[in-house]
């Protein structure tokens, strides 16, 4: 028997969509833990900066040695250095907001980021948003808001320095995010993993200098503290690079738009790693909240569907199954 022609356009086209988006939840996850690594390498006098310049150098050899054979195919452009500056400003606001400052107040300004990402996306991408579109993005700010807040720690604006970098770090991320998909549309023939490259080396280059600023004369190791240091820097480095390399796959094929939404779901296992791991609550506010992000993430699927194929090509595949 034949497949329907809508039937068998979904199931041509939901297999693809369904690995962008879950590579895009795994990168989330894998940030929404990241966290606490640093604020290890920063209690054992290693200073956040520094962990991460140090983290971001070494990705950018592994992912350099990891991808040497498809450097060949890297591309001149203004948009690779516009991604490394980009990623190295997320990289840098992250890292710093979420080691001195509350970590879960820090992702939420961290994470307005779908409201920079509607404007870059316009901007860069002429991606429109729709009514329903729009609405997701509420939903999910919403439930970011609702997660997230709490009487002790008030309105959600920034407060002190290291909100102030969690939300210049979440605008990084939106430009960063809008021009990985830019670059995917103009050198599809690309290894999308080469931007992994361009990212970490971008990392570094904005990193050592923060750390150099910030943190200049005031590292001091623990003492034994070299060699643990050492190798989770390492091991951290690798994770990164690997997580990366899978979320490129999906910020080439997915709209800027949802990608914003899908990511929001490292603030859901933010709250569940800091209240494992550094003994915080969980309120009931705080999973109501993760569950309209999750909501949104899953329901932007429906709003940013690809089109449906056309008469001709849906009747052919209906005629192949």
Excluded at 34 to 48: E, M, Q, S, V
Excluded at 63 to 72: D, G, N, P, V
Excluded at 165 to 172: D, N
Excluded at 206 to 231: D, K, Q, T
Aim: charged share 10%; proline share 4%.
């Amino acid at each position: 028997m034949s497949a329907s022609p809508v039937a068998a356009q979904h199931s041509a086209a939901d297999p693809h969509s369904v690995k962008s988006s879950l590579s895009i939840l795994l990168g989330a996850s894998v940030w929404g833990i990241a966290w606490f690594p640093y604020r290890l390498l920063n209690g054992w006098g290693l200073g956040g900066m520094s962990a991460a310049a140090l983290v971001s150098c070494t990705a950018a050899l592994i992912s350099l040695i990891a991808f040497r054979r498809q450097l060949s195919g890297m591309r001149a452009s203004w948009l690779f250095v516009a991604i490394g500056l980009a990623a190295g400003v997320t990289n840098a606001g992250f890292v710093w907001g979420s080691v001195n400052g509350h970590v879960m107040r820090v992702l939420l300004l961290f994470y307005l980021t779908p409201v920079w990402t509607a404007l870059f996306a316009r901007i860069f991408l002429g991606e429109r948003l729709s009514a329903a579109g729009l609405l997701l993005v509420a939903l999910a700010l919403f439930g970011a808001g609702l997660m997230l807040w709490t009487p002790e720690v008030g309105v959600p604006l920034p407060g002190n320095a290291a909100e102030w970098s969690g939300l210049i770090g979440g605008m990084g991320f939106a430009v960063n995010n809008v021009l990985s998909r830019r670059a995917g549309q103009r050198f599809p023939d690309m290894d999308a993993r080469l931007r992994t490259v361009v990212v970490y080396l971008g990392c570094t280059v904005v990193g050592v200098p923060c750390a150099l600023f910030l943190e200049a004369g005031h590292v001091v190791p623990a003492p034994g503290a070299p060699v643990s240091a050492g190798m989770l820097v390492l091991g951290l480095a690798a994770v990164l690079v690997v997580s990366n390399s899978v979320v490129q796959y999906g910020l080439q094929r997915l709209p800027a738009n949802r990608v914003s939404l899908l990511m929001l779901f490292e603030i859901v296992v933010a709250a569940v790693s800091a209240w494992w791991l550094a003994t915080e609550t969980l309120s009931w506010k705080e999973a109501a909240g993760g569950l309209c992000i999750v909501a949104a993430g899953a329901l932007s699927g429906l709003v940013h569907r690809t089109p449906r194929a056309s008469a001709s090509e849906a009747c052919e595949a209906g005629a192949a199954a």
